[in-house]
């Protein structure tokens, strides 16, 4: 095993920064709790009202209409229970590509489900949408993804919104993978409900948020106190709060008065690697290679390689990809992604998804490059 590790799956989760893991380590002595009266409590709370307030800025969202959650899949949990008695919601159209949580949660809301279909290249169609809310014709709560955590194929859900509300329909969008990676503005894309994960841009698991516009209201899903203004009982997970304020921080750019986004420049290395695969690899293609996706993710289909097999054999040369959503990676079902979009069995059991950061160079590409080609040239 190499002892300089390359980590291709940010998707699954970003690693901290040097600088957020070592203010990390400064808080962890800290007794923070945020509904502590005495200045230690309020010093934890000014640290997550700050956070809340940077993370407003950052996608452009009133502070007071953003909640902390444990992540992104309480979210859109809390979304398909409490958010559909709120809204008097009696249908659902959710994608068929859309992450795990958001079908099951959609599966188990207790309403009707409509299902959207997608494109061979994992788009969405807003007319299909407006078809299918104009059959319908009721109070309909529709979710869609902004950017897909398998293929990174990104839609246009400020179109889809105009749809929804066309129709006097709730749009909500998972983000979750989208934050940080692409510009995601909250007003601008004019959804009612959003989704996001602070776990996705390098803050420590264990905390999300859910962006609700100020005349949208909802019951906690957990109950048990005030917290969160009264929509999210439980004393808040500070630490990782924190290490999002931390990440938040360091993307803004103090002379320019606005955010950076740290994944900028890795559209250039993604292009990189494309070009050296395909031409490279004759046995080698691309998902959705010609769509608009997230500047670092490829999902890649190796038609003589068996994915785990050759997940195995990249790890233990040091290299880290995965085969898939990572909540996911213990199915046997395959990706229902790929299914959506029409591809087979076969196709995603030969499939790997790798998800590159604003921490990698052309060397690490060049490095992972000659390491399958090690690979390659001892199987044939």
């Known amino acids: 095993m190499r002892e300089k590790r390359i980590y291709f799956d940010h998707n699954a989760t970003s690693p901290m920064s040097q600088k957020v893991g070592s203010e990390v380590v400064h808080w962890l002595s800290k007794p923070m709790n945020p509904s502590s009266v005495h200045a230690q409590g309020q010093h934890a709370k000014g640290i997550m009202e700050q956070t809340r307030d940077l993370l407003g800025n950052y996608i452009n969202a009133s502070e007071a209409d953003i909640t902390f959650m444990s992540g992104g899949t309480e979210a ?29 949660a959609a599966q188990n809301s207790g309403v009707a489900v409509s299902y959207l279909p997608c494109n061979q290249n994992g788009q969405y169609d807003s007319q299909q949408l407006d078809d299918l809310l104009k059959e319908k014709n009721c109070r309909t709560l529709v979710s869609l993804m902004l950017a897909n955590n398998e293929t990174g194929v990104v839609q246009n859900i400020k179109q889809m919104t105009i749809i929804a509300h066309k129709h006097k329909c709730v749009l909500h969008t998972d983000a979750a993978q989208a934050l940080g990676k692409i510009n995601v503005n909250f007003k601008d894309i004019g959804c009612d409900i959003m989704t996001l994960c602070g776990h996705k841009m390098g803050a420590l698991t264990g905390v999300g948020a859910l962006v609700t516009k100020p005349d949208i209201h909802f019951a906690p899903l ?100 995965s085969i898939g959503a990572a909540c996911s990676s213990g199915s ?43 690979i390659f040239f001892k199987k044939s």
């Open 222 to 321: 957990i109950v048990g106190g005030g917290h969160e203004y009264g929509r999210r009982a439980g004393t808040e997970n500070i630490l990782a709060i924190a290490s999002w304020m931390s990440v938040l921080k360091n993307t803004q750019d103090k002379e320019l008065s606005t955010y950076i986004l740290p994944f900028a420049h890795v559209l250039t290395i993604r292009t990189y690697l494309e070009n050296e695969l395909t031409k490279r690899f004759s046995n080698i293609y691309i998902i959705a290679q010609g769509q608009d996706r997230l500047p670092n993710t490829i999902l890649c289909c190796f038609k003589d390689y068996d994915a785990m097999e050759l997940l195995i054999l990249l790890d233990i040369r040091g290299v880290s990809v």
């Open 76 to 104: 859109n949990t809390t979304v398909f229970t409490k958010l559909l008695d709120s809204l008097s919601i009696t249908h659902c159209v959710v994608g068929t590509t859309e992450h795990i949580s958001v079908l099951q």
């Open 332 to 374: 046997t079902k395959g990706s229902h992604v790929l299914k959506a979009m029409g591809y087979s069995q076969e196709v995603a059991s030969r499939t790997l998804r790798i998800s590159l950061g604003p921490e990698h160079r052309k060397e690490d590409i060049d490095i992972f490059l000659g390491i399958l080609e090690n």
